[in-house]
């Protein structure tokens, strides 16, 4: 093999990396990078996903503000920082990157120019699912940016240690996102649009990020103009969820992944050194072959 890499070391760190595998593929998904530097990193063109994982128990004192304020420190907060600590390595340091902690292997693909580099920061913050679902009934932590940090229980809004504009996904969330948007290509796109929706200033909240992912969806992805501060209803994913159009669309990206396939069977072959022909390219000549093909959104696939 010309490389190997980390799979996760915990049960949530192994699952996000099966998530993110399936849908960003092999090539461009590296686990546990050397430090700790993040939890998982994306590299595709001139995008860079740094994913902080934590995986804490929810308090449970009495006190719902007081539970929230320690579990949000240690999730989110913690996170964050990572996450901020992270894109200051990676942008000082970029050639200072490796899979393994003894730093013997170097990332095998090369990173975007340092003036190209677009940072999305990610939590993957598991634990609060539980409290959620007995306060609101839904297993999922909604959105409020019209709150800072542990502000309000359950509620998650601008959070100041990152540095810039966090997305927070929990396994529920983040599983149904990647089931939606399933190329990196989809997946980026959606991340810029709803980092362009709050700096726009008049998207105030949604009851979860599931209702947001509808609101979107269900505009052809994208999200349309808003004329005034506006909050998304509840349920608004049941709702597009429900449509029929919607339910085929979801059948036939089921059943059309054997581009996603062709990519993996061929990287595989490649790394071991196994192909017919162009065994004797370099990692990144193989790269920029497959990223055309990786570059496509699960419609044009």
């Not at 980390?6 to 099966?18: D, Q």
């Not at 983040?174 to 008049?202: C, R």
Request: proline content about 5%; glycine content about 6%; charged content about 25%.
């Amino acid at each position: 093999m010309r490389f190997r890499k980390s799979e996760g070391l915990t049960e949530s760190e192994a699952i996000l990396a099966g998530l993110c595998e399936r849908s960003f593929l092999a090539l461009y998904t590296y686990p546990n990078l050397f430090k700790q530097l993040v939890d998982l990193m994306v590299v595709f063109r001139s995008d860079i996903l740094l994913f902080s994982d934590k995986s804490c128990a929810y308090p449970d004192t009495g006190d719902p503000l007081l539970d929230w304020r320690r579990w949000f420190a240690r999730a989110i907060g913690k996170s964050a920082h990572q996450v901020r600590q992270a894109e200051r390595w990676l942008r000082s340091q970029p050639g200072m990157i490796f899979l393994d902690p003894a730093a013997s292997a170097p990332l095998p693909i090369g990173l975007p120019p340092p003036a190209s580099v677009k940072v999305h920061r990610i939590c993957f913050a598991t634990g609060a699912a539980d409290r959620c679902r007995r306060e609101t009934g839904q297993p999922m932590l909604g959105i409020d940016l019209t709150v800072t940090d542990a502000e309000a229980p359950l509620r998650v809004g601008i959070v100041s240690e990152a540095g810039g504009f966090l997305h927070v996904f929990d396994a529920e969330v983040l599983e149904l996102v990647l089931t939606e948007l399933d190329t990196i290509s989809d997946f980026v796109a959606y991340l810029d649009a709803k980092a362009a929706l709050a700096a726009g200033g008049q998207f105030k909240g949604a009851p979860t990020e599931a209702d947001l992912l509808a609101y979107y969806l269900h505009h052809g992805r994208t999200f349309p103009a808003a004329t005034g501060d506006f909050v998304l209803k509840h349920n608004l994913w049941r709702q597009v969820a429900a449509q029929p159009a919607f339910i085929e669309g979801r059948r036939l990206n089921r059943e059309h992944r054997t581009w996603d396939r062709l990519i993996e069977y061929i990287t595989r072959q490649f790394l071991a050194g196994q192909l017919e022909f162009g065994n004797e390219l370099t990692m990144d000549d193989y790269e920029r072959v497959v990223r055309i093909m990786a570059g496509e959104s699960r419609f044009y696939r």
